[in-house]
């Protein structure tokens, strides 16, 4: 098992991801609107999004990601009310990882967080691109989906069900031990509205 280092661009946040392995966690290209949008906001779309605006992601456990350095510095947003909590670091808006909530054990880091010079040999290969109808242009991935394959679903949601029963929501760092997130997140259709 590897672990893998966490570093914001400028590198004032810095942290850890343990026991890696390609099995350990799931690696996806999503290219729905949000994740682009979540990109555009930060003005980060430029090194986040592929060329047919694909977002790289393995998703852990959330209590496999520690923060070392700059905690203070991770922030949230919601795209809508509802929406996943996406991180992202305030002194140069790095985009972190995608959460649901405290009590499911997911974490989706993006891989602008993470120092892997050889993605492929630590986290496995890609084994799925969804969303791809938001793509821009013609995507050219070898395979890719519209929706979420049912076997990559089925695969994500075991794993969710296995860390949740192995306690692995916590200790995390992205909520507090009562639930609430560490950094409480603004909504980006609220504040567009108040424009």
């Known amino acids: 098992m590897t672990t893998v280092n966490l570093e914001c661009k400028c590198?004032?946040?810095?942290?850890?991801?343990?026991?890696?392995t390609p099995s350990s966690g799931t690696r996806v290209v999503?290219?729905?609107s949000d994740c682009q949008a979540f990109a555009?906001?930060?003005?980060?779309?430029?090194?986040?999004?592929d060329k047919s605006g694909g977002t790289e992601?393995?998703?852990?456990?959330?209590?496999?990601?520690?923060?070392q350095q700059?905690?203070?510095?991770?922030?949230?947003?919601?795209?809508t009310d509802t929406g996943l909590l996406r991180w992202y670091t305030s002194c140069c808006n790095t985009p972190v990882g995608n959460t649901i909530n405290a009590r499911l054990p997911f974490v989706g880091i993006i891989h602008t967080f993470m120092k892997v010079p050889k993605r492929g040999s630590v986290l496995g290969p890609v084994r799925a691109v969804v969303q791809?109808?938001?793509a821009k242009g013609?995507?050219?991935?070898?395979?890719h989906s519209r929706k979420f394959p049912i076997g990559i679903t089925l695969r994500i949601?075991?794993?969710?069900?296995v860390w949740k029963s192995q306690g692995k929501h916590t200790p995390s760092v992205f909520f507090s031990d009562d639930g609430v997130p560490t950094a409480a997140p603004i909504v980006l259709t609220q504040n567009n509205n108040d424009t």
Do not use: N, W
């Open 30 to 32: 999503c290219c729905c």
């Open 132 to 134: 791809t109808q938001y």
């Open 11 to 20: 590198g004032e946040v810095k942290g850890t991801a343990t026991d890696i």
């Open 57 to 67: 992601i393995f998703q852990v456990s959330q209590s496999q990601v520690t923060i």
């Open 40 to 49: 555009v906001h930060l003005e980060r779309d430029g090194d986040t999004l």
């Open 70 to 79: 700059g905690h203070d510095k991770l922030q949230s947003l919601r795209l």
């Open 157 to 161: 949601v075991r794993k969710m069900v």
């Open 138 to 143: 013609t995507p050219d991935y070898p395979k």
